[in-house]
């Protein structure tokens, strides 16, 4: 995402991270979504849930993020 995002950036085009809530490794989730992609703004916790429920959750959580951005 780092690259796309840098590149929304230089051409001044709106973007914003959508993470899942899905990573597990602080150490990797600070370096990759703090650190270096600063735009990432919301967050969806379905993490440690069962497989069907992550997606689920998942799909349901960009829905509602979509929805709202768009009213």
Do not use: H, K
């Not at 230089?10 to 703090?34: E, H, K, P």
């Not at 600063?38 to 689920?56: I, K, N, T």
């Not at 960009?62 to 709202?68: C, D, I, K, P, Y």
Request: charged fraction near 20%; charge should be neutral.
């Amino acid at each position: 995402m780092y690259p796309i995002v840098r590149a929304c950036e230089r051409q001044n085009l709106a973007c914003f991270i959508l993470r899942t809530g899905q990573d597990y490794s602080y150490g990797m989730c600070r370096v990759f979504f703090w650190v270096r992609v600063a735009g990432a703004r919301c967050r969806l916790d379905v993490g440690s849930w069962m497989d069907g429920e992550q997606a689920g959750g998942a799909v349901m959580g960009v829905e509602g993020v979509l929805v709202e951005g768009a009213g």
